[in-house]
């Protein structure tokens, strides 16, 4: 029992920090397969000794809401389903009934409720207690009307997705050298969740409802396929269906597996509902899943390879990425040869070699993977130095996985995405510099600091007769050069490439500061530690930096170029200095939860997610709601406010 529960503590950690990643930061450092077979390992060993432990990745999903938008509580947690890769599963789920058989799509899923026959409130489902507030970017969603015909409060379930389309329209539009999409998931993810909804109406977000929560006062006959139909008259666009039978259901998957390849809409799998509403609710739901739906999920389609080589990809921070090469193989209708490895652990614990037979497959049809090592002869060598530079290179251990680094900080493979983030949208901005643009420029001697960029001037000749550019190409890049003197320090200090320092996090250290890059250089470990928000990681790695004698020279240079906005910081008016609040439902007074955030921020005070014992107030103009967030205030005995007494106590 002991082991057991040990190897649940280990699994359930792992677990959650590759759903983190993958989630919450749009990355991946497990493969899907990997994933689904420790998920299962960690849900048998749940069943076998009757335990399920907190934070235990089969009782939540989903990402943590990140802190660029408003959250919101949801009125019930948004449970996932329980899944299935066995027909035969499916026709006994039934027990007989009738059931509706729907794409299980793969993007998004949003909340969105309506009231008087407009769209109130849109809310992604987070991590299933809390979800962001998109509402401004949900009407941009195209299938979405903004007004119905019916009047009463509707609340519906719908998945914004990207068609595959689209996906690669938006991928080709991208400027040479920036990093492409991985799959229309990531895409739709950040595209729901921008904070300039004109960005989302570009991606052409579609929205297909799949679930009615309410519509008040309407009699739908204890039918599933009659809300549907409800959903389809108010103007949605509805999921794709069909009704079963025990005796039609493997006909239908077969319908749909046919399909799979020329659906334009991206697809993991399908899910199959009782028909009788009345039926499936009545079976309840364990801690984990309703018991009204499940989820049937494709079998992966295998491929066995030979490996042919591991080819070792630097990046900005000095992570040395292993991607193995193997001999091409036809998957899901296309060629592929190669598939990102993510890490040394997981390169260990496939134990490659070259040579080695493997099997490959896409996760959810798209993101190649290596599922199986056939040989196992365990003979791949780690490099001891970067391919790029030749420097030594170091395995380093972070949580429960062994990433490999360059540790020479001149590498070139650092200075390329350095120089890359620098000119970015969030840092400097400055237009018509790609990897490849700077790659040359680098290899040309023209760059050595951030500095530089200020001074090609002195190389306009060589530019302009560079393959790709001319004095019409030149003059553009110089115009940007120049627009970005004149910037902020938040955008300076998240341009540096500091470890851990994103743009929130330099908007937060900035502002602690009173905007003063002097102070901010000069902190120390343990006053930034104390920094709510910060923690020691952060600290550490910030001092780090400063505690380098080329960074600080570097930071010099760059102060010699810039002009720097300082935001005008009255002191009389810096009333909410070290007080923390929380807002939740909708504004009267303000445009929006944002609106009203940053004018806390600027009289110094913090907007949280959550209510805590630290906080000041709960701003709510219904104090009578049954929230989690109004029940949270009270147990912990903190105030609700509405607009109107908070502006009355806090802002005149």
């Known amino acids: 029992m002991t082991k057991d529960l040990e190897r649940m503590k280990y699994l359930a950690h792992l677990l959650n920090e590759a759903s983190r990643a993958y989630y919450a930061q749009d990355r991946e450092i497990m493969s899907n397969f990997e994933y689904d077979r420790l998920y299962d390992e960690l849900d048998a060993l749940e069943k076998k000794t009757g335990v399920t432990l907190a934070g235990s990745p089969t009782a939540h999903v989903g990402y943590e809401a990140v802190d660029e938008l408003p959250k919101e509580a949801h009125e019930a947690p948004m449970l996932s389903l329980d899944k299935t890769k066995s027909r035969e599963d499916l026709r006994d789920w039934l027990q007989g009934k009738e059931g509706i058989l729907s794409w299980k799509l793969d993007g998004l899923t949003v909340v969105l409720t309506y009231r008087e026959g407009r769209l109130e409130k849109a809310v992604t489902r987070g991590n299933g207690e809390v979800g962001e507030v998109v509402t401004n970017n949900a009407r941009t969603f195209k299938g979405l009307p903004l007004q119905i015909a019916f009047q009463g409060e509707l609340v519906l379930r719908g998945e914004a997705v990207i068609s595959y389309p689209d996906f690669e329209k938006v991928n080709a539009q991208m400027k040479e050298g920036e990093a492409k999409y991985k799959n229309p998931r990531n895409l739709c993810s950040g595209s729901v969740r921008q904070l300039n909804n004109q960005v989302t109406a570009e991606r052409n977000v579609h929205l297909i409802a799949f679930t009615l929560v309410r519509a008040q006062g309407v009699d739908f006959a204890n039918s599933r396929e009659r809300q549907y139909a409800f959903l389809e008259e108010q103007g949605f666009e509805v999921v794709e269906r069909r009704r079963v039978t025990p005796d039609t259901i493997e006909e239908a998957i077969r319908d749909f597996e046919k399909r799979i390849e020329t659906y334009e809409i991206p697809s993991d799998g399908l899910v199959l509902t009782y028909e009788d509403i009345a039926y499936g609710e009545s079976l309840g739901r364990t801690a984990k899943f309703p018991r009204h739906s499940i989820a049937f999920k494709w079998q992966d389609e295998l491929r066995e390879t030979t490996l042919r080589e591991i080819e070792w990809s630097p990046s900005r921070t000095g992570l040395i990425n292993p991607v193995a090469i193997f001999e091409p193989v036809e998957l899901e209708g296309t060629t592929v040869s190669r598939a990102s490895v993510h890490n040394i652990s997981i390169l260990r614990g496939l134990k490659l070699g070259i040579g080695d037979r493997i099997t490959v497959y896409k996760a959810n049809m798209i993101i190649p993977q290596i599922a199986e090592n056939l040989t196992g002869s365990d003979t791949v060598q780690i490099p001891k130095v970067c391919p790029v530079c030749g420097g030594a290179a ?3 251990q972070e949580g429960d996985a062994q990433f490999l680094y360059c540790t020479n900080e001149s590498c070139d493979a650092k200075k390329v995405k350095a120089f890359a983030l620098f000119v970015s949208r969030d840092a400097m901005n400055i237009d018509g510099l790609s990897e490849m643009t700077l790659e040359k420029f680098l290899g040309r001697g023209f760059l050595h600091s951030f500095a530089d960029l200020y001074h090609l001037d002195r190389y306009r000749q060589e530019i302009t007769a560079m393959e790709g550019f001319g004095e019409k190409s030149y003059q553009n890049l110089q115009a940007g050069i120049e627009k970005s003197r004149n910037t902020t320090l938040p955008r300076v200090i998240y341009a540096l490439g500091i470890a851990n320092i994103g743009v929130a996090n330099a908007k937060m250290l900035c502002r602690h500061f009173g905007y003063d890059i002097r102070a901010l250089m000069g ?106 967030k109004n029940k949270k205030a009270k147990e912990l005995q903190v105030p609700i406010l509405t607009e109107e007494e908070f502006m009355e106590k806090y802002l005149q």
């Open 394 to 396: 170091q395995i380093r």
């Open 523 to 628: 902190a120390g470990q343990e006053e930034l530690s104390a920094i709510e928000g910060v923690g020691e990681v952060i600290a550490r790695a910030f001092t780090d930096y400063m505690g380098n004698e080329k960074n600080i020279r570097t930071i010099e240079e760059l102060l010699g170029e810039l002009t720097i906005e300082v935001p005008q910081v009255n002191q009389d008016e810096m009333n909410l200095t070290g007080k923390s609040f929380c807002i939740t439902g909708s504004l009267n007074h303000y445009a929006s939860r944002s609106d009203l955030k940053e004018l806390i921020e600027q009289k110094g005070g913090r907007v949280t997610g959550s209510v805590t014992s630290k906080t000041e107030c709960l701003i709510n103009n219904d104090a009578a709601s049954t929230s989690s």
